[in-house]
């Protein structure tokens, strides 16, 4: 409905609501594919895109849509559930997508947690208890080197064409969790209790939702060619303020997309509804030192 242009080249695009906000998203991925049916594409879980997701499988069904040249690599994995447990990122996108679009898992990409972890249930900061024969240093050291490969791999990829990203209410983008600064490799991170919270939505109680993750970094997120970030419903509303007409700020990881050359933002009414001014009042990036 409304078009907008501002902060540099972040471009808005607000529509009526969930349905509409798929479509739109749905046919963009639609165009890249379309136009390079070699795509890398930079996905994203959690409730956000399964519309989106939703309508490339319709596309796919209804003969329109070839996908079995993309490559797929996913944003993050939550640290200590198996790749096969129902709420793993990986059986997320198995269910939503790529079994809907026939795309062999051979073509699809995790930060990939080695097996002797992926038992672990509760981590703190200082130490994953539940592992069995690993001392703890192990588990950090298999960590971090799982960590490298993934970003050894979006390099041998060339980045992606497009990323797709959702936004946390507390504006993270991946798990990239406000803190004091963006770590640009891929990394673990400790979730935020509001995000462990409303993620518990997916779990049976809280005390199931993993308390660590492994995530893309702010650099893999930025070598994607085309940003294309979604966010829908008033709770998002604070946190697309924060990130497109504040200052570019670690304390809201997404608003380092002010700075990327090409990112869309489609949001819905509710979302959108704290945007208007800010982003054509707002041409140029401004920083909040940390
Ligand atoms: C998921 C991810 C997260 C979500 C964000 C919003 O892979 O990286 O940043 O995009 O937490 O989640 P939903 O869409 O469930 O509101």
Known sequence: RSVSRGLGDVYKRQVKNYEKMSEKAAALLFAQITLKPDAVLGLATGSTPVGTYRKLTELYRAGRLDCSHITTVNLDEYLGLSAGHPQSYRSFMRKNLFDGIGLSADRTFFPEIPESLSDCR??????????????????????????RRYDKLLRSLGGTDLQLLGIGRNGHIGFNEPGDTFIRNTH???LAEN????????????????????????????????????????????????AFCGPVTPQVPASIL????????????AAGQLLADGLSARRKPTFAVP
């Open 122 to 147: 509760k981590n703190t900061s200082t130490s994953i208890v539940g592992i069995r024969n690993e001392t703890i240093q192990d588990v950090e050291t298999a960590l971090a080197e799982a960590c």
């Open 188 to 190: 673990t991170v400790m």
């Open 195 to 242: 995000t462990r919270q409303a993620n518990a939505r997916f779990f049976s109680s809280i005390d199931d939702v993993p308390t660590r993750a492994c995530t893309m970094g702010i650099g893999g997120i930025f070598s994607a060619k085309k940003i294309l970030l979604l966010a829908n419903g008033a709770q998002k509303a604070q946190a697309l303020q924060a």
């Open 258 to 269: 002010q700075l990327h050359p090409d990112v869309t933002v489609i949001a819905d009414e």
